[in-house]
């Protein structure tokens, strides 16, 4: 930053970070940021991800596990590797269901486990219990270094994770400089969690697939430190109203990710163009005032960078 860059920032009152202007993408008071499945496909590492989010003016992330762990050499792919990319995608007509590709998971809006190895799963494994924590802080670092914050851990457990290795996942997640967990996990999982969430004081946020209110329900009874990461998209495209839940469980919700998708388990797409109301849940985080951020979850085919640029002017816009 040169002298003249520097009078400029500190004139503007912004905060510094290491010499760098603080990414400010607050509106209105609604917190706008980025959950990192929006490089989904575009084979951006960790570098690259925080580049673009600075250039966009995105100032938040929900970070994916893969893109942390396969960023310190752990054997995992970035996400999207070896699927076709967004372009790629079969579109249904509303109110169908589009062509299945078996190769890929199940039903859209379902997260894909990918067919691992067991070799490789306990490489993995194994990689998780010795890396040294050292380098997940080191991760965190470099977003509050580029002036970002590193909101929440995207870490999935499922029914495979030994007891060390959820242990693991937990102190991973304080060492990135955050104390929640956002997890498209399997609801029979949480009970495990519980002893390590009340342990490292971590909350641990359900993201919704296909889960409802239900599932919401039972995952909250079990621990005070259970709360919602809803995607308001996903909840539209399985039947349910995300305006009504946001207004009464707000007290509950870690954070939201901000998808377009149609009714009827329908495909997802451009901001503005699917059934989510999307205007409608900003303008309400915005009049209620509501403490947890909105983050963009889209990957279309234009790239992270334009796509993301033109999501984020449609949050500033909704918001005036």
Request: proline share 8%; aromatic share 10%.
């Amino acid at each position: 930053m040169t002298r003249r860059d520097f009078v400029k920032v500190a004139g503007a009152g912004l905060p510094l970070v290491c010499g760098f202007a603080a990414v400010n993408s607050t509106f209105h008071g609604v917190r706008i940021g980025v959950q990192s499945a929006s490089f989904t496909f575009s084979g951006f590492n960790l570098d690259e991800i925080i580049k673009t989010m600075v250039e966009v003016g995105l100032a938040e992330t929900d970070v994916m596990s893969e893109h942390v762990e396969n960023y310190l050499g752990a054997p995992v792919p970035l996400p999207g590797t070896g699927r076709p990319g967004p372009w790629a995608r079969p579109r249904g007509a509303e109110g169908t269901k589009p062509p299945q590709r078996p190769a890929q998971g199940g039903p859209q809006g379902a997260p894909r486990i990918p067919r691992v190895d067991p070799a490789v799963r306990e490489a993995l494994r194994k990689w998780r219990l010795t890396v040294p924590l050292e380098e997940f802080q080191k991760v965190g670092k470099k977003f509050t270094d580029a002036g970002l914050k590193f909101f929440s851990y995207n870490l999935s457990f499922r029914e495979d994770f030994t007891d060390e290795e959820i242990d693991r996942g937990f102190q991973m997640t304080k060492a990135l400089g955050t104390d929640i967990i956002t997890a498209s996990s399997p609801v029979a999982v949480f009970p495990r969690l519980v002893p390590f969430a009340e342990k490292y004081g971590v909350r641990v946020a359900l993201h919704n697939h296909r889960e409802g209110p239900e599932d919401f329900s039972k995952v909250m009874e079990m621990s005070r430190n259970f709360w919602i990461n809803l995607d308001v998209g996903h909840f539209v495209a399985s039947g349910y109203d995300p305006i009504a839940y946001m207004k009464e469980h707000r007290d509950r919700i870690t954070n939201i990710h901000l998808k377009d998708r149609k009714k009827n388990n329908g495909p997802e797409m451009e901001f503005g163009q699917g059934d989510t109301p999307l205007k409608e849940i900003l303008q309400l985080m915005k009049k209620e005032k509501y403490p947890f951020p909105a983050h963009i979850e889209y990957v279309g085919p234009a790239g992270p960078r334009a796509e993301l640029a033109k999501c984020l002017e449609f949050c500033r816009k909704a918001l005036e």
